[in-house]
């Protein structure tokens, strides 16, 4: 299950990413925008930041900002900076296996084979969906896909 900490990274890099190019977004901003408390906002910013998915300018004109392209920031990624491992259970897991002590025939346990079912198929969809994807398919919590509000702002001006 995704954890409250990585659904609020998903909703701040999303909204990162429907950002206008190069404008920064201070924390608060995100926080109120996305219904994020602030204080949780700003560790996660902080782990994301030491993952190079984010990058910060201080002072009263800072802000965050995406520290590499939406293209190349995979959602799976994303979630196991955060969570750690997509699989539900070590066994299963590819980035952070540990054999289970209860097990007694691994290769044969059909609980492994099924949570590693489950850990190939959260990661075939996590690890082919960029950043940019979601934020074109509109999946930040209020915000407005990226070509549909840049649409609406050539019109305005």
């Not at 910013?45 to 995406?66: A, N, P, T």
């Not at 190349?72 to 979630?79: E, L, T």
């Not at 850990?119 to 979601?134: H, K, P, V």
Request: net charge positive; charged share 30%; aromatic share 2%.
């Amino acid at each position: 299950m995704l954890s409250q900490k990585a659904k609020y990274a998903l909703k701040a890099l999303l909204a990162l990413a429907n950002a206008p190019e190069g404008k920064l977004l201070q924390s608060g901003e995100i926080a109120a925008q996305e219904s994020v408390p602030k204080k949780f906002l700003d560790l996660i910013l902080l782990e994301l930041r030491k993952h190079r998915m984010v990058d910060s300018v201080r002072g009263k004109k800072g802000g965050y900002i995406l520290g590499r392209s939406a293209n190349d920031i995979m959602i799976g990624d994303i979630i196991r900076v955060v969570d750690g491992p997509l699989a539900p259970i070590a066994c299963a897991s590819v980035t952070a296996y540990r054999r289970c002590l209860d097990c007694k025939n691994e290769k044969a346990c059909m609980v492994r084979l099924l949570m590693r079912d489950v850990r190939d198929a959260a990661s075939g969809i996590l690890d082919n969906l960029s950043l940019a994807e979601a934020a074109e398919r509109g999946i930040a919590c209020g915000a407005p896909p990226a070509r549909r509000r840049k649409r609406a702002l050539a019109k305005v001006a």
